[in-house]
């Protein structure tokens, strides 16, 4: 008896927890969101590995899948957190630059993901979420020393992380996780690190189990048409002018 009375006390905490998020997130809040055949299969990669990398231009929807089947996988319970993160290149990974606390310092850099957040569920929804802490934003420089079990990792903007970075979010991951990473490998905005996500994939995960990379070309761009032609053009150009970032 006593036996059976520990091993309740110890599932209660999990229960708990994904009551919380099903009690905030309904299957008809994502019934609106309708995928592209790309999309589909980036969500379907997402919700079949430990590890899925992802790469593509501008406009493909790379950061909305991805925060989508974040959301949806606690919806289902497999996950109990969202952790939310990027590279805060504009002021160092230190955030000594901007004024204000730690969550004012990341707040700028993780817009991005509040916006696409806000296309899929209400922002009444995403702030109850964010209350209850089963949302997070966390900067890659107070990742180290930390365990997420449970939890959905996306680092966004990878393109800019070097690979001691992207590895200290892999090794941060434990039991029943998922890491999402996406970048942009036409965008550099900090040169040296450019073949880092590249060689990330190519090097380190390619051949492990339950990682895929999945990338996104110029015909998934669905934000604006026009972006197309503008990308065309300036790879036209880099070629031209014999540039490589």
Sequence with gaps: MQK????????????????????????????????THSQLNFFKAIKKNFLTVCTGPAGTAKTFVACYAALDSLREGSQKKIILARPAVEAGENLGFLPGSI???????????????????????LKALLAKNMVSMEPLAFMRSQTFDDTVL?????????????????????????IIICGDITQWDIKNRRKDLHMFYEKIAKDVPE?????????????????IQLTDNYDKYKEEMGINS
């Design 211 to 227: 990682c895929e990379r999945f990338e996104f070309t110029r015909e998934d761009i669905v934000r604006n048409p026009i972006l």
């Design 154 to 178: 996306i680092l966004d903007e990878a393109q800019n992380a070097d690979l001691r970075q992207i590895m200290l979010v892999v090794t941060r991951m434990g039991q029943n996780s998922k």
């Design 4 to 35: 059976k009375r520990a091993i309740k006390k110890e599932t209660a905490p999990r229960v708990q927890k994904e009551d919380e998020a099903k009690a905030i997130l309904e299957k008809n809040d994502f019934s609106h969101i309708k995928f």
């Design 103 to 125: 969550d004012e310092k990341i707040a700028p850099y993780m817009q991005g993901y509040i916006s696409n957040m806000e296309k899929i569920i209400s922002s009444e929804k």
